[in-house]
Every structure is written in C-alpha cells, then in structure tokens.
Nanobody
Framework: EAQLVESGGGTVHPGGSLRLSCAASGFIFSSYAMNWVRQTPGNVLEWVSSINSDGGITYYADSVKGRFTISRDNAKNTLYLELNSLKSEDTAMYYC??????????????????????WGQGTQVTVSS
C-alpha cells in the first residue's frame, strides 16, 4: 500500500522560506509523477506543482511560479517543495500526492481528491506576521 509522509511545515513571516519533504514507500516511486496540492482555509483543493517520474518536467500554478520549486530524489524515494517569498495567501495544508502515471500535468482549476492515486496526511504551512 502506498504511503506518503510529509514534513517541513511550520509558521513563518511573510517573505520567509520553508522546505517541504515527502517520504514515499509502498510503490515504485520512480515510476510515477508526483504533485503538491494545498487545501486552503476555505477548504478548496488547489493544485500547486507537479513533476514527472524522472524529474525532467515540472509545472507550477501561476500563483506560485517563480517562488516555489518542486524536485525529487528517486534514489531516496523523496519529493520536495521549496517555498520562497511566502505570502499570507500561501497559508494552507500542503499534501504530497501521487499521480496515476509517469506523466505530469498542469491543472488550472481546483482539483478533486479522486483525480490522484494516493495522498499523504499533509503538513501545515502558516504565513503570518
């Protein structure tokens, strides 16, 4: 059974940085695209970023492009999200999410949980002065 365990969340001031990690197990990590999805205080599931199985292709939501960086280490079965220049509107629960194939996609609308294969338990990011 697939397991995804996120870590690295916390409370930071506007303009601050965080690095989220996601440890994957129970499936062949290097065979699947991965995503970060966040749930806002209003309970909307917003897609943040995706990366294909070998890490060579990445996509970002317009709201985070240029500030967030997704990466993966297939040797360590770990997914990362570097968050820089954080804003109050980045406050959310961040989920590590496994895709259903090796291909990464760009999503321009709120997403449903059923679109993806597996979800982690989430890590909270709070941006507050």
């Amino acid at each position: 059974e697939a397991q995804l365990v996120e870590s690295g969340g916390g409370t930071v001031h506007p303009g601050g940085s965080l690095r989220l990690s996601c440890a994957a197990s129970g499936f062949i990590f290097s065979s699947y695209a991965m995503n970060w999805v966040r749930q806002t205080p209003g309970n909307v599931l917003e897609w943040v970023s995706s990366i294909n199985s070998d890490g060579g292709i990445t996509y970002y939501a317009d709201s985070v492009k240029g500030r967030f960086t997704i990466s993966r280490d297939n040797a360590k079965n770990t997914l990362y999200l570097e968050l820089n220049s954080l804003k109050s509107e980045d406050t959310a629960m961040y989920y590590c999410v496994r895709a259903t194939s090796s291909i990464a996609f760009y999503y321009d609308a709120p997403v449903a949980r059923s679109r993806f294969a597996s979800w982690g338990q989430g890590t909270q990011v709070t941006v507050s002065s």
